[in-house]
């Protein structure tokens, strides 16, 4: 069975550092992609960061690029988004996405095959 268990959202204030967490279980990364997103509310899903199945070469939306990092521990089933100098705008629901083939898809999410529950993250101004 294909789960994915994100953790580590948190409040935290405007220039701090988290690290989200998503356990992953039941595919390999040698097959399958996974990808960051986030929710802020009232607005659409949109991709934050993917890490590609197999080599792991790594995306990032303009919005995170030098801030964000994406990574994942094969030993631990386990991808990280490494989040630092967060922003208000930063503020939203994250999800964690894992897709079978080389990238997560993120103009289409129904491409996408298995996603997690969500983890909180509020940054205060």
């Known amino acids: 069975e294909v789960q994915l268990v994100e953790s580590g959202g948190a409040l935290v204030q405007a220039g701090g550092s988290l690290r989200l967490s998503c356990r992953t279980s039941?595919?390999?990364?040698?097959?399958?992609?996974v990808g960051w997103f986030r929710q802020a509310p009232g607005k659409e899903r949109e991709g934050v960061a993917c890490i590609s199945s197999g080599l792991g070469d790594t995306y990032y939306a303009d919005s995170v690029k030098g801030r964000f990092t994406i990574s994942r521990d094969k030993a631990k089933n386990t991808v990280y988004l490494q989040m630092n100098d967060v922003k208000p705008e930063d503020t939203a629901v994250y999800y964690c996405?894992?897709?079978?083939?080389?990238?997560?898809?993120?103009?289409?999410?129904?491409?996408?095959?298995?996603w997690g529950q969500g983890t909180q993250v509020t940054v205060s101004s």
């Open positions: 039941g595919f390999s990364y040698e097959h399958y992609a």
């Open positions: 996405a894992a897709r079978r083939g080389r990238f997560i898809s993120r103009g289409n999410e129904n491409e996408n095959d298995y």
